[in-house]
């Protein structure tokens, strides 16, 4: 069965870390793009992060560059978020997604849709 899984979030102070993974079980990343997405209840949908596994280029959204990095792992099968500088705002399901690649990451981020695969999303709280 193909997967993804997120895993790492977490109640951290402001200010704090966490780093989120999103490892894909029944396949390999080499030719997707990986988005990072969160969702506050209430609220749309928004793209934070994406890696490309086919360039290794990255795009983070206005509201977490500097404080966000992506990553992935030398085998293709696991993707980082990592998440300094928190801030109370981003509090919020984090999902990621794998996105057949050939868009530029900002693209990817966009049409990531249905037809693509989720993972289940893991609670990140920033709160003192």
């Known amino acids: 069965q193909l997967q993804l899984v997120e895993s790492g979030g977490g109640l951290v102070q402001p200010g704090g870390s966490l780093r989120l993974s999103c490892a894909a079980s029944?396949?390999?990343?080499?030719?997707?793009?990986i988005g990072w997405f969160r969702q506050v209840p209430g609220k749309e949908r928004e793209g934070v992060s994406c890696?490309?596994?086919?360039?290794?280029?990255?795009y983070y959204a206005d509201s977490v560059k500097g404080r966000f990095t992506v990553s992935g792992d030398n085998a293709k099968t696991t993707v980082y978020l990592q998440m300094n500088s928190l801030k109370p705002e981003d509090t919020a399901i984090y999902y990621c997604?794998?996105?057949?690649?050939?868009?530029?990451?900002?693209?990817?981020?966009?049409?990531?849709?249905?037809?693509?695969?989720w993972g289940q999303g893991t609670q990140v709280t920033v709160s003192s």
């Open positions: 997604a794998a996105v057949q690649d050939g868009l530029p990451c900002g693209e990817i981020l966009i049409i990531a849709g249905p037809n693509d695969y």
């Open positions: 890696i490309s596994s086919r360039d290794g280029s990255t």
């Open positions: 029944g396949f390999t990343l080499d030719y997707f793009a």
